[in-house]
DNA sequence: TTAGTTCTAGTCAATTTGACTATAACTAAT
DNA sequence: ATTAGTTATAGTCAAATTGACTAGAACTAA
């Protein structure tokens, strides 16, 4: 499964956004499902999870993450089916890229209807994970691109908290953190003063997929 | 994996135990071993773990979690395996009745020598795991019984941390924390002030496994 | 030039943390 | 009976962190 910050139609503002694709056979034909397909025998967990998110949205994630195997036994009504979940968040330049159709599309996380399978489940999971990650660790950088405002990480957070939070006090602790690198250039272009732009220089996760790569 | 607290040797002092068993064919055939088995068509992957435990060691967690899908290529020489690995914690009454046979044993978790397929490195996943939730979380409880003093917390971090901690102010932290809940009883039988019992509250974890059980 | 906007630094009280002191309550030895 | 030894427990105090707030800086648009 995907995140993505996309504005809202509304605001404008930042909001989290998941791509789901159609049902096109039974069971639960003509319903949205998360993307998704077969572990095949070569490639391991993490490498079939971006080949599927590659074959079905063109999308290439910035983190990628294993959520959980889901194992249930009536996951499926017609046959016993085991799934490892990874979720991926991907910048905005990407997410722009993505392939849509008519069996692909963007959704609001937080304004899904019912979904195939146990999908409604596994999204209200990855959307806890989400947003305990982020009380914590550094992982909203990855929902933004190289460059960024310290206006910008602070819309990641209300947007994915939903809950607005102080300005000074925000920009005092993300710049407390040393993965927080402030460059010299500025963002252009607002109907004000414009903000320094800041990058990110901190590693992805600590996952046994990821860890051993240094 | 299973962990659980066993006195030192040498100190008396808890510290992290777990069960391994004996390769008797191979690949890896004389190795020691997480005990593990094959998962059923009939069974979700928690039970799977359960039965699995109880199979081997004769154990009934307090506490079950799964821990992430291993599915590395080259995890086994002779074929292509995916384990869903879950990892458990007991209570010192538990463990202590734990079958120990020529071919089940405990070892100490800091102290393991070379083991079958990749499970050194699982084993160093979930101590890191461990440590996390402890850090944050109300994990520690699960692995006492269910009266503890404010002194066997102590020790519990202690030795999943491996370092030592301010007996005062680390009572103040415990106390504040309203998922412990002070009983009447005192704890006898020591060389010295009676230690007052707690009791913890709380519930497990926030996982899709558990999360539908309130 | 002025109004409107966001960026950014700073103040201050409230809360939390870490290091430490002191007393309480028991057992064991004298 | 007294004393030494041990851990339990409460409390103090300065340092660090947090939350609410103020105010000036730096831009755009009218």
């Known amino acids: 499964m995907i995140f993505a910050l996309r504005p809202s139609e509304k605001s404008g503002r930042p909001t989290l956004w ?9 069971p639960f034909k003509g ?4 993307p998704g397909g ?5 490639e391991s967990l993490q490498d079939a999870a971006s080949r599927n998110l590659r074959e079905t949205t063109g999308l ?3 983190y990628l993450e294993q959520l959980y195997a889901f194992g249930g036994l009536h996951r499926s ?8 979940v990874y979720w991926a968040l991907v910048q905005p330049t990407e997410a722009a890229l993505a392939d849509e159709s008519e069996n692909v599309r ?8 019912e979904l195939a399978f146990d999908h409604n489940a596994i999204i209200d999971y990855a959307l806890w994970r989400l947003r305990n990650k982020m009380a914590y660790g550094s992982i909203a950088y990855h929902l933004l691109g190289e460059y960024f405002t310290l206006a910008q990480v602070r819309e990641v957070y209300e947007a994915v908290l939903d809950r607005e939070l102080d300005p000074a006090n925000f920009r005092r602790q993300v ?4 993965e927080i690198e402030e460059t010299d250039h500025y963002l252009q272009g607002g109907k004000h003063r414009p903000p320094r732009l800041y990058r990110f220089t901190g590693r992805p996760g600590l996952d046994p997929d990821n860890r051993s790569t240094p």
């Open 31 to 34: 319903l949205w499902a998360l």
């Open 18 to 26: 998941i791509p789901l694709v159609r049902r096109i056979r039974e």
């Open 38 to 42: 077969p572990l095949t025998h070569s």
């Open 106 to 113: 963007w959704f609001r996380a937080d304004r899904l209807g």
């Open 60 to 62: 290439a994630p910035n």
């Open 175 to 178: 710049k407390a953190t040393p």
């Open 77 to 84: 009504p017609t046959q016993r089916v085991v799934s490892i």
